[in-house]
């Protein structure tokens, strides 16, 4: 896999990989249209949330064989009162491309990144019945903690 990081001319490409309803099912809502997509995308290009408060790393995983565009892997970065740096990460991969690892190819390569760089703690907040994404989680080194938030629980790579 490789990631790229995300540009608004990804919307395009991106529309038909994550067009299924069925990862909604995880993550709420609905597919974007891809005006809607591209605007999501312009917001995220900036790289903070508009009050500052929080950094975003938005990527796209493209398959190193082909090209294909396979999905995203996203960090939201803070700093928690607990000190250093903390990134909350989220994937999507296209049903499509689903089951085939890349997923979890994709996470890894960001976490190195994000090691790398300086990010010493790994959240994620997974839905309880999303077997797929707790897989990836616990691939990472993450474990669900007894925290929630929205019926998701957070995962993280530290004792809460």
Do not use: F
């Not at 540009?7 to 990989?17: D, F, K, S, T």
């Not at 309803?21 to 974007?32: C, E, I």
């Amino acid at each position: 896999m490789r990631l790229e990081p995300l540009r608004v001319a990804h919307a395009a490409e991106a529309v038909a990989v994550l067009h299924d309803v069925r990862p909604h099912t995880w993550t709420g809502g609905a597919p974007a249209p891809l005006a809607e997509l591209a605007a999501r995308y312009r917001r995220q290009c900036a790289g903070h949330s508009p009050d500052g408060r929080y950094g975003w790393l938005n990527w796209m995983l493209r398959r190193r064989a082909d090209g294909r565009l396979v999905g995203t892997v996203q960090a939201t970065l803070s700093r928690p009162d607990e000190g250093g740096t903390e990134a909350e990460l989220a994937w999507v991969i296209g049903v499509d491309h689903q089951g085939a690892g890349y997923g979890r190819e994709g996470a890894r390569a960001m976490a190195g990144w994000l090691g790398a760089h300086g990010v010493d703690r790994l959240t994620a907040y997974i839905h309880p019945g999303h077997e797929a994404s707790m897989g990836l989680a616990r691939a990472l080194g993450l474990r669900p903690t007894d925290r929630t938030l929205d019926g998701e629980v957070r995962w993280s790579d530290r004792p809460a």
